[in-house]
Structures are given as C-alpha cells and as structure tokens.
C-alpha cells in the first residue's frame, strides 16, 4: 500500500508538472510598449470587425495554442528618421532641407493592424517609408513657397508638412509625435545675401550707437568740467561775499555812532508824527460826532416826512383814481341803457319814417307818371298841330316870344359905349327899324326850316338868305 500511495503521488505530481509547463507554454503575455499578434484561426477584434484571420493583444495576457496558432510582437516604441531633403523653391533657388521625424504605431486597434498589416516583419523599414512620404510632400510644399516664406516662419512649412503626410501615415497605422526643421542650407548664397543688408544695417547701428555713445560721453565729460568751474566759481563768489560781509561789519562798527544818533532822531521824528496823526484822529471823530451824527438824524427825519406824505398823496390818488373808475364804470352802464333805449326807439321811428316815405314815394311816382302822361299827350298834340298847320304854330310861337326875340335883336348895342348918329332922329329910327326888320328876317328863315322839315329828304336845300348888316 505505501509502494501504490507513492505510486499515485509520483503520477499526480507529473500530471501537475505537465500541465504547468503547457500552461506556461501556451500563455503569452504583451508588454506595455509592444501588441501581440496572434494568427491561425478567425477571431473577433473590437473595433475591426469579423474574419480578420488574427487578433491583437496589448498590455495583458493571453492563451495561445501551439502548432495551431502563431505569436509576433509587434513594437510601439517611438522611432525616428533623418530628413535631408533637396528642393526647389517657388523662386527656382535650390535649398536643402534638414530636419526629423518622430512616428510611433498609433495605440487605437486600427492602426496596430494597419502597422502588422505593413511592417510586421519589416519594422526596420519603417524609417525610410516615412522618410520618402515626408520628402516628396516636403519638396511640394517648399515648391510653392519663397525663402523669405520658410526662413520667417517655419512654424508654416511645418504644419503643412504634417497636414500633408496625416492621410499617408494614417493609413500605414502611424502616428507623427513630432516634426522638427533643423536647418535650411543654401548652395546658391542667397539667404548670405539676404542678410547682408541687415547685417550691413546691424553694423551701420552700432556704428551709429558708438558715435551716440562717444557724443554722450563727450557731453558728460563737458558737463563735469563746465560743473567743476561752477563750483569754482560759486565758492570764489562765496568767499567774495564773506569778505564783503566782514568789510560791512567794519564799517558799520565805525558807523555806529553816528547812525544810532541819527537813529534816535529819527524815532523823535516818528513819535510826533504819530502824535500828530492822533491828534487829527481825534478831531476828525469830534466833528463826527459833534456835526454829521446830527446833520444825519435830521435828514433822516425830513426823509421820513417826505416819505410819508408821498405815501398819502398815493393812497389819496389811489382812492380818487378808484372813484373815478366806479363812477366811469355807473356812467357807462346807464349811457349803455340809454343807448339801447334811443337804439329801439330810433328803430321803431325808421320804421314809420320808412312807411312814410314809400308812401310818399308811391305818390309822388304816381304824380311824376301822371304829369309825363300828361306832357306826352302835349306834345302829341302839338306834334299833330305842327302837322297840320306849321305856320300857325311858329306864328303862335314867335308871338310868344317877341319880346324876348326883340330884346336879343336889341341886345348887339348893348356893348356899344358911344354912338354918334348923323342924320339925327332919323338915323335912331333907321337904326331901330333895321333892328325889327333883323326880327323879321330870323321869322322868315324859321318859317322856311318848317317848310324844309316838312318837305321829303330828296327836295333840294333852300339857298341862304344874307342877313344885311349895317354899320354903326
């Protein structure tokens, strides 16, 4: 039974012993900075989908089976490549380009399988994939730019550069950490050339500072001896004025009696002065109080008399003034009735006197028809008399008016201031006849006109009659 019990043990203990050495076979284990890949059968990765034919393991353990399945490591430590790159600016100056490149496998899943995908076996290769992905962008973008351009701000060049190669470097699962420009060489001497004028322009300035310097240098030692000559000359005055001091002292010790006598003459001279001044002080406030105080109160008082009195007379013209105004006001209002009065019953007196001038009016048209009736009925009449027997009515008409006819004939001596007659009386009767037959002439042409009038228009105008005209 011991030897079996032992048996047993040596058995279990091998089993164990095995199973611990598969174990430690089959299990696998992926350091920080590298990803495991593990091929051989189909497996499910996050991220990638179904039917990638390997999984990736990274920072943890994992089971692998021997023969069935195959282990890689594939690193993710940082790595770097050198770039010199020749180009061509947009100006046609060729430059070189000096620079680094720090890429990495991207930590997602995605760009671990890009990366096992392309460099698995071939991670020693990647350097100088990157570096001819980084070159040919960075000789694109350098075409298209100046020197002054990259020399001033690479910040530029670089950011396109990157910007450029992300889609490439995505896709073959890397990631750029960082991108330096070292150094830009110019074969051609024209970036030398392009500092000279700075340099000359450095050096013009610090010519210039020196010269500014020297000056102000110059100017400070100036200063300092023109201060030292100062202080010379300020302590030379100073000294001069103490002696003049002292030299004053002396001769005001010598002259100090006669000025203390003059002195005290002087203090006599100002103390009856003051007395004086005193002396006319008080007089002035005596006659101030002995004259004006009194000639004050009494214009005061007469002022206030006068004041007063002007008050009454105003108040008394007020009072008048308001008297007047009340007695305006009652005398205005009773012409006012009055005037209302008068005004209704002038109205109604226009209204009589109207009716009473129509109807006077109407009479006296009915009595100016009347009268003009009866003077057309007159004149109508002697228009049918005139008709009839036109003699008869000039005859009727001359013997009506003789005497006026004879006085008019009569009428040509009237201007006559002396008339000297030579046949005597017979001559007057001469004279007085010729004036008749005058008369009896003017009825004749009367009596002719008539005819004339009467006659048709086509009847021949009656020859004139001379009218005999006799001398005085």
């Known amino acids: 039974m011991p030897m079996a019990f032992g048996v047993v043990a040596g058995v279990v203990l091998a089993a164990i012993l095995v199973l611990v050495g598969l174990f430690k076979l089959m299990w696998r284990v992926a350091e920080p900075n590298e990803a495991l890949v593990i091929s051989g059968s189909a497996h499910k990765t996050e991220g990638l989908g179904d039917g990638m034919g390997f999984r990736i393991v990274t920072g943890r353990g994992t089971l692998v089976i021997p023969g069935v399945q195959a282990v890689r490591k594939l690193s993710l430590d940082l790595n770097e490549t050198q770039l010199v790159v020749d180009c061509v600016t947009h100006q046609g100056i060729p430059l070189r380009v000096k620079g680094v490149v720090i890429f990495k496998i991207g930590d997602d899943m995605v760009s671990i399988a890009n990366a096992a995908r392309r460099f698995l076996d071939q991670q020693k290769m990647m350097p100088e994939r990157v570096h001819i992905v980084f070159a040919g962008h960075l000789r694109s973008i350098v075409g298209g730019l100046t020197v002054e351009d990259m020399i001033r701000d690479r ?13 490439e470097m995505e896709k073959l699962g890397l990631i750029v950490d960082s991108l330096q420009i070292h150094e830009i060489e110019d074969p051609t001497g024209y970036i030398k050339n392009l500092t000279m004028p700075h340099a000359a322009a450095v050096q013009r300035d610090a010519r210039i500072a020196q010269a500014e310097a020297n000056r102000l240098a110059t100017e400070a030692e100036q200063t300092a001896f023109a201060r030292m000559a100062e202080a010379t000359r300020d302590s030379e005055i100073l000294q001069a004025g103490y002696q003049a001091e002292r030299d004053r002292a002396a001769a005001a010790a010598r002259q100090a009696g006669p000025l203390s006598e003059a002195a005290a003459r002087q203090e006599v001279v100002v103390q009856e002065t003051r007395v004086a001044e005193l002396e006319s002080l008080r007089r002035e406030q005596q006659l101030q109080a002995d004259v004006r105080k009194p000639a004050d109160a009494a214009a005061y008082e007469i002022r ?19 008297e007047t105004e009340l007695e305006a006001a009652a005398e205005a209002a009773a012409m006012e009735a009055r005037g209302a009065a008068e005004a209704k019953a002038t109205r109604a007196t226009g209204e009589a006197e109207a009716a009473a001038a129509e109807a006077k009016g109407l009479a006296e048209a009915a009595s100016a028809r009347a009268r003009g009736l009866a003077e057309a009925e007159a004149i109508q009449a002697r228009a049918a008399a005139l008709a009839e027997n036109q003699e008869a009515v000039v005859a009727q008409q001359l013997a009506e008016n003789w005497p006026a006819i004879v006085q008019a004939g009569a009428g040509a001596f009237g201007n006559v201031d002396q008339m000297i007659l030579l046949n005597g009386a017979e001559g007057m009767s001469d004279l007085f006849t010729k004036a008749l037959t005058m008369g009896g002439t003017g009825l004749g042409l009367a009596r002719r006109l008539l005819t004339t009038m009467s006659e048709p228009p086509t009847a021949a105008p009656p020859e004139p009659h001379s009218v005999p005209v006799t001398d005085a």
């Open 155 to 167: 910040e530029k060049l670089i950011g396109q550069t990157r910007a450029a190669c992300g889609t």
């Open 304 to 322: 206030t008399r006068a004041e007063a009195e002007r008050d009454a007379q105003i108040s008394a013209a007020q009072a008048r003034a308001r």
